[in-house]
């Protein structure tokens, strides 16, 4: 199983916590104290083992779709602001894949990091959350794009991989959200949303617009 680089870092720290309540336990007044620090300690790392996970995925070929840049429920698809675009706010909860990946090919004319609150990330309230918001070029397109990837309540860590300049294909790895959080999508005005609320969508793979144009 491929894990994400940043979770080798989390896992270690759980493993170093098991064999430091192995030791523990070698005392007899410390032994039952240092086995439920070993468990502690080994629970950590398997669950870290298993929320860092990084399935490999084909990049899709389809490049006439717009793709989710996250596993997840789909939270609300609204038009916010003083915009008409659509934008798709989509729920990673802790048991899913934490990765983003970029929901289109183009080039990243913009990369924001915007300090915020960390509300739970279903709640509404979420809309003001720390978060990193990339504007994406699509190619061959006129209108940009933006995906931002959301703290949530245990999220406090936002990795993104790519900056300003750089060139993106859909379905590649850009970042990660480290525990529950959330992702969203404005949509160019030049697509159709294919997406409701309540759907259960894959990133890379879950097309959740198409161009019009």
């Excluded at 429920?73 to 909860?93: C, P």
Aim: proline letters at 6%; aromatic letters at 10%; charged letters at 20%.
């Amino acid at each position: 199983m491929r894990i994400a680089r940043a979770g080798w870092f989390v896992m270690a720290r759980g493993l170093i916590g098991a064999a430091a309540g192995l030791l523990l336990s070698r005392w007899p007044e410390f032994h039952a104290g240092g086995l439920a620090v070993a468990a502690v300690g080994l629970a950590f790392a398997l669950f870290s083992l298993y929320f860092f996970r990084d399935p490999e995925r084909p990049l899709p070929e389809d490049l006439t779709r717009i793709y989710s840049p996250g596993d997840g429920v789909v939270l609300s698809v609204d038009q916010e602001g003083m915009g008409t675009e659509l934008t798709v706010r989509i729920f990673l909860s802790i048991f899913n894949v934490h990765l983003q990946r970029a929901p289109c090919s183009g080039t990243i004319v913009d990369a924001v990091y915007e300090r915020g609150s960390f509300r739970a990330a279903m709640k509404p309230e979420a809309r003001g959350n720390e978060r990193c918001v990339l504007t994406i070029m699509p190619e061959g397109r006129q209108r940009p794009l933006v995906v931002q990837q959301i703290a949530g309540w245990i999220a406090r860590r936002i990795e993104c991989w790519v900056g300003e300049g750089d060139r993106v294909r859909a379905g590649e790895r850009y970042g990660i959200i480290r525990f529950g959080s959330q992702v969203a999508v404005t949509l160019p005005a030049d697509s159709r949303c294919l997406v409701s609320p309540g759907d259960r969508v894959f990133a890379g793979m879950t097309p959740i617009a198409q161009w019009t144009g």
